[in-house]
């Protein structure tokens, strides 16, 4: 599965991009992210798609083996380790369901820390 070299225009133009199958499991990504985070905006951000509440809440990106979701988070470290990941990823094998709780609760949380900090934000500029 070879991307074309060009950075799609939106979310819908990056799924597009891949055979079906790829793309059901991205549309099934993709709803759970914006079920978990219904006030965040869309958009392509490093190539990939995004999903944006005061900064990055969280990336996709699909590639031959596995589905990639980043941030991985060490809150979830347990949950995660039956994924290989790196510092900031997790690899979901492409040859399994995706883990739709685990990622709507992973998205979750990335919200609840999103609205603390722009609160924090919020109560310094009153000062």
């Known amino acids: 599965m070879v991307r074309e070299k060009t950075t799609p225009a939106d979310i819908d133009a990056f799924i597009a991009l891949y055979p079906p199958d790829v793309q059901v499991k991205l549309q099934k990504l993709r709803a759970a992210i914006r079920k978990a985070a219904p006030l ?37 470290e347990k949950e995660l380790s039956v994924y290989e990941g790196g510092k900031g990823t997790v690899k979901f094998p492409m040859d399994e369901p995706l883990p739709l709780r685990l990622i709507g609760k992973m ?8 609205l603390e900090r722009m609160a924090v934000r919020t109560k310094k500029q009153k000062k």
């Open 40 to 76: 965040a905006e869309e958009g392509i951000k490093y190539g990939m798609p995004t999903f944006m509440m005061n900064g990055n809440l969280v990336h996709f990106s699909a590639w031959k083996n596995h589905i990639g979701f980043y941030p991985r988070m060490k809150a979830f």
């Open 107 to 114: 998205v979750r949380f990335r919200v609840q820390a999103s």
